[in-house]
C-alpha cells in the first residue's frame, strides 16, 4: 500500500518522481480549457474520496479537479456529514470506504486520525492537512520554486512567522531535498523541535534566527502563513498576533533577501497580517503559481499511490 502521509515518510528519489511527472503533465496541458481530459486517462475507472474536517478553498478544488482530468471520479464528504464526526470509529470508517474507493484523501485535526485511517483503509491514504503537517502544500511549493529558479538544493529558504504545520512539511522537504531552511520567529511559537533536528540529522543547515532581518540574508525564497491555523484557538488571536506582528513579510524584510529572492504563501492569506499587499502582489511573488500547482502535483501524488 503506497499512501502519501508526509514528506519525510516518502523517498527523495519518489518525490523527486512525483515532481518531474508533475511538471511534464503541466507542460501537456498549455494552453487546454481546465476541464479538457488528460491524454492518457490514468485514472480510468477509478472513484476517489476526498474527506474534509476542516475548511478548504484549494485541496478540494485541486483534488476534485485533476481526478476528473485524469478521468477518475470524485466524492467530496464532510466530516461532519459522516458517521465519523457522530462517533463511529476511524478504523471503521477506513475499512467501509476501502470497499466503496480506490483511493482516500483526509483533511484532519489530529494526526493519529490520518495515521488511523492510513492503518485500517485498504486503499491508498493521502494527507490534506493536518493539524501537524501539510505534505502536498510543500510537494506543490517545491514544483514552483523549480520552475522558477531551477534545483531547489542547496538554496535557503526562510521561514517567517508561526512554527506550523505548513513549516513542519517545509523542514522535512529540507531534509529530503537538501535545501537549507531557517525559522524565524517568537520562541512562544516555535516549530516542535523533533522537525529540526530530523531535517539537521539529514546533513542539512536548520537555524532559529529570533532576528528576521538577520534570518532573511541570502535567501533564495521567504515564506510565511497565517497567523492563526485552522486549530487554533480564536482566543488565541490577539497574542498571536502580537508575538507575530514583528514577522510580517513586507518590502522592508523583503530588500534584505537576495535581490532574486521569491516569496510564497501557502494561502488563504490574511493581506497586511502575515505578509502585506505590496508584498503578495509585487514582484517576488509566486504565491498563483503556487496555488496552480496544487493541482499539478497532487495529480503526481494521486498517481504514484495508484501506482498508475
Ligand atoms: N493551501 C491550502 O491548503 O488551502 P485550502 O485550505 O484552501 O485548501
Ligand atoms: N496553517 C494553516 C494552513 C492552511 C492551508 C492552517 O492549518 O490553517
Not at 490514468?42 to 478540494?60: C, D, N
Not at 546533513?203 to 529570533?210: F, L, N
Request: hydrophobic share 40%; glycine share 6%.
Amino acid at each position: 500500500m503506497t499512501h502519501f502521509l508526509d514528506i519525510n515518510a516518502t523517498s527523495p528519489a519518489d518525490l523527486r518522481s512525483m515532481i518531474d511527472q508533475a511538471k511534464v503533465m503541466k507542460d501537456a496541458r498549455k494552453g487546454q480549457p481546465k476541464g479538457a481530459l488528460d491524454a492518457d486517462q490514468p485514472l480510468a475507472g477509478q472513484m476517489v474520496a476526498l474527506i474534509f474536517e476542516k475548511p478548504s478553498t484549494r485541496t478540494r478544488v485541486s483534488f476534485d479537479v485533476g481526478v476528473r482530468q485524469m478521468g477518475g471520479q470524485t466524492m467530496v464528504l464532510s466530516g461532519s456529514d459522516m458517521q465519523l464526526g457522530h462517533g463511529e470509529t476511524i478504523a471503521d470508517t477506513a475499512r467501509v470506504l476501502s470497499r466503496y474507493v480506490d483511493l482516500i484523501m483526509i483533511r484532519t485535526f489530529e494526526e493519529q486520525t490520518l495515521l488511523e485511517m492510513a492503518e485500517y483503509a485498504t486503499v491508498p491514504v493521502i494527507n490534506g492537512l493536518t493539524n501537524r503537517t501539510h505534505p502536498c502544500q510543500i510537494m506543490a511549493d517545491i514544483q514552483t520554486f523549480e520552475e522558477h529558479r531551477g534545483s531547489i538544493a542547496g538554496k535557503k529558504v526562510v521561514w517567517s512567522g508561526d512554527g506550523n504545520n505548513v513549516f513542519a512539511s517545509f523542514a522535512h522537504a529540507a531534509g529530503q531535498f537538501g535545501f537549507d531552511l531557517t525559522f524565524t520567529g517568537p520562541p512562544a511559537l516555535d516549530p516542535e523541535m523533533v522537525f529540526v533536528e530530523e531535517a539537521r540529522a539529514k546533513g542539512v543547515k536548520v537555524e532559529i534566527e529570533r532576528d528576521p532581518v538577520k534570518a532573511v540574508e541570502g535567501a533564495d525564497l521567504v515564506v510565511t502563513d497565517t497567523w492563526v491555523s485552522m486549530h487554533d484557538p480564536q482566543s488565541a488571536r490577539e497574542r498571536r498576533h502580537n508575538q507575530l506582528r514583528p514577522y510580517q513579510v513586507n518590502d522592508a524584510l523583503m530588500a534584505h533577501a537576495k535581490s532574486d529572492a521569491l516569496f510564497m504563501h501557502c494561502l488563504p492569506a490574511h493581506r497586511d497580517e502575515e505578509a502585506t499587499s505590496a508584498v503578495m502582489d509585487g514582484p517576488h511573488s509566486v504565491i498563483f503559481d503556487e496555488a496552480e500547482n496544487r493541482l499539478h502535483a497532487q495529480k503526481a501524488v494521486m498517481r504514484y499511490c495508484l501506482g498508475v
